[in-house]
């Protein structure tokens, strides 16, 4: 089982970046999707995830109201969509699939290696 991401890169503070999530060897739509993201410094923090049926989502309370994450079936792919970013947006952003839902690790088993989000001027 094998998570990619793609889509990090370097944006001005009030960019937008769309990080994609493919995955190969199975099926996304038997599992639930989360974004996590790890600062400098800083522990991992969930940040978004999709439910694998209805596609019901959550947000981190830092991110609500500025990213979107959304699941494309016959794709097989989930996307972040990240508006307004700031600073503090600065992070890898890790892709991961589960069985449960949430925002916590726990729910989690497949991880992929992650893609780079700079924020800055």
């Known amino acids: 089982l094998q998570l990619v991401e793609s889509g990090g890169g370097l944006v001005q503070p009030g960019g937008s970046l769309r990080l994609s999530c493919a995955a190969s060897?199975?099926?996304?739509?038997?599992?639930?999707i989360g974004w996590f993201r790890q600062a400098p410094g800083k522990e991992r923090e969930g940040v978004s995830c999709i439910s694998k049926i209805g596609g019901v989502t959550n947000y981190a309370d830092s991110v609500k109201g500025r990213f979107t994450i959304s699941r494309d079936h016959a794709k097989n792919t989930v996307y972040l969509q990240m508006n307004s970013l700031k600073p503090e947006d600065t992070g890898i952003y890790y892709c991961?699939?589960?069985?449960?839902?949430?925002?916590?690790?726990?729910?989690?088993?497949?991880w992929g290696q992650g893609t780079q989000v700079t924020v800055s001027s």
């Open positions: 060897g199975f099926s996304m739509n038997l599992y639930h």
């Open positions: 991961t699939a589960g069985s449960t839902y949430g925002l916590a690790e726990r729910h989690y088993a497949y």
